[in-house]
């Protein structure tokens, strides 16, 4: 027995892929991603029409897809992240039908529960074998943990694996099991090695990065969350990976060992792991090569599905074990509501991936930011985009100092014991303002462009499309 | 978060458990096992009957669920093996409702198709953390696969982790995330180390047995199929075991590499795998401590799910990537029909287990039995009951002679090529009668003790209970 058919093509017939259905794409290969463009073009050149994409993050390289809208091969997408260029189109209209953004975490539970059913799920796989084993460990175009697929794999109605490594049953070190796979197909290549992890991730050197990392990091100390058993969530943005090495340098000196460190790892956390920093890491999509290998190689670093990660529901997620997240923010509002889905005009550049899932699961989420950015003010008397309520966020450290959640009464007293600069969040818009001047009213084109679900599932927000000749 | 509850019975309240419900439980802790008991014990106390209790296996230390019988707490049960102690009770009419007997890739097929639901699984875990992510390979009641408890926990309405040994958050190498478990509770032992596994598997000395075995080795050898990439199953029974000896000699001295050998493991199949004979093991169950240590040690040992290992349908399993499996029989009928259900008397005695679903995957389906035990003919016209239909029974090896199912004529012909003493089945029965004395009709009681469903959910055949005073 073996699911591996001769073509793409006759995996989607055999598939059953009909106009009107859902496809399915995870975005472990990043902006290296060849998988869903072949597969997407496949389906067009196969006459299948008015079909939902529904992946779990888009990137520029998938830029085709917009063409694939004009001929209406593609009506409705559904991501948790899109990237600027990308995401430009969007906000000009390329759709009929909004956007659906959804969660890291919220993703999954809705596929799980039916509200978002899965006809073909295209699962891109660095090795598989012949009965559907498969695993981002290992191969030319490795990428490291499957997160993001295992509720595409375990809920869709036909599932497509497609490798370009295809090894002898049965593969050691399966993510997914043979049990949620239909059909294998393999290519000539799955992705770009470039694109989908970077060599190495970079600490940042700018100056006004470094401040707020130092400052983040004395937040998190004043805090009383950091002593043994600490659990601790970044990004991959320079000026987060900042933070967490000065948090490194406080934990490796005073002897504190962490639980775990979780979300996107980047080798900066393999790092901490290996010094002792944490016992374990949960890794629910690799940043950099240094993870890939971390998580091949040391039983400690630790693959999650999404659904572990970050979903919500009575259960909790890895989320909900969060002591701290350190996120970013394109805007953040004086009510603390931060926007990561546009920029400040208004254009799609992104989405809530695991921000909002760790801000509402963690002890103290922290957003990071700069007052401005590029003359435009961060922070502001209302986001353009609602992407993390305001309620889930603890406190923001900026250059010009810490503003604490007024929900937050007990830590803006530890910090400002900590002698940290505490200060109003009113009083950083008013900073910013008085640098950048008052933004003016954003105008908005006429129609939805994408529909900000949160991630238990009901309507956050709504994101226009750009005016006319923007 | 934690979701470490304070008592076993908060646990039930908790989890909502009422009269009429589903139970479930997982039999990795075989004859070892407290949890279902004391679970029992406690529900009994709690004053909830009329239950269905639906575990993967029970066994003789499981005979006080007779009394939860008496007093009807459990009024219905579903088992894929019962062993002879507790089979005999209900032979003798334990239950008023048939008990339910499948396989153990039926039943995880049923669990998912919703055609048994269950309402609270409890799963004995030799390690948890308390958000409940678990194993079975560490802790002093370690048995390592958790394999059989994976339907249990993915598709329970509550889901009940019960561990004498937690650890902290994030648990290292857990088999069942998070994600599934409602509850945790600790307890001082969820089982007796003597009886959960093994300290080492024998193989048979008895003379019989080791014609039969050698035989065995013969008939794989003549069959083609032990070649590169040769993947192979038995059991942990004394003559199974001595034809994977003399199976490890032939492909040792040819220097033939296998690809896996699956199911339940014993040292001896990793002692072939360390040796090189075979690429991977795919373990549903550990049945002795070398194997619990080469699972927990050795990453080519692979835990799988029941479902991965044995579940009937188009996606298939590790099952119908079977080249060889040696089964045993407590009767095989000259339709090659093979009851592993009861003895020659009709009182239940054990259970499909794995049989009928590896018999049906894979190429080479062999029964090594002798023609009598205790006086009792086992090759006879017609089994008592019919566990694997005969249709995916290709051979029998008995000390008599091989007799091949008349399905399979090029394996006739490559077996007598090679000079194996191929014979007719019905001589082989003539033969054991022979000896024997043809045995007399079976009188049965009047009630159905048992029904016997097959791996795709069908009726297969029925037991009924013992007549009075038997």
Known sequence: MSKVVK?????????????????????????????????????????????TVNASALFDVHTPLIGHTESRVVT????????????????????????EFRTHGGRPKDIALGRTPIDVAFIAAPAADPMGNCTGRIGKSTCGS???????????????????????????????????????????????PKGIVSGTTQVTRDPVGLVMAAQAAKVIQASGLLKEGFSFQTGAGGASLAAARFLKDIMLREGIQGSFASGGITGYLVDMLREGCFRSLMDVQCFDLKAVESLREDPRHQEISAMQYAAPGERGAVVDSLDVVILGATEIDTDFHVNVHTDSNGSIMGGSGGHSDTAAGSKLAMIIA??????????????????????DIDVLVTQAGVAVNPRQAELRERLEQ???????????????????????????????????????GELLDTIYTLPEGR
């Open 370 to 391: 700069p007052l401005f950015r590029a003359r435009m003010p961060i922070v502001t008397d209302r986001v353009t985009c609602i992407s993390t309520p305001g309620q």
């Open 7 to 51: 073509s793409l093509r006759e995996a989607i017939a055999l598939a059953g892929l009909r106009d009107g259905m859902t496809v399915s794409f995870h975005h472990h290969l990043r902006n290296g991603d060849f998988v869903l463009n072949f597969v997407m073009d496949e389906i067009a050149g196969m006459g299948i029409r008015d079909l």
């Open 418 to 456: 900590a002698g940290l600069p505490v200060v109003d969040i009113h009083e950083l818009k008013e900073r910013a303002e008085a640098i950048t001047g008052k933004p003016k009213a954003l105008p908005k084109g006429d129609r939805v462009a994408a529909k900000v679900i949160s991630r238990e």
């Open 76 to 99: 409705h997408l559904a991501a948790n992240y899109i990237s600027a260029g990308l995401g430009r189109a969007i906000s000009r209209g390329a759709l009929e039908a909004p956007v």
């Open 146 to 192: 499957l997160g993001y697929a295992f509720a595409d794999a375990m809920y869709a109605k036909r599932v497509v694996v497609i490798t370009d490594n295809i090894v002898p049953y049965p593969l050691q070190g399966w993510s997914i099991p043979e049990s949620y796979v239909d059909y294998v197909v393999t290519v000539d290549a799955i992705g770009d």
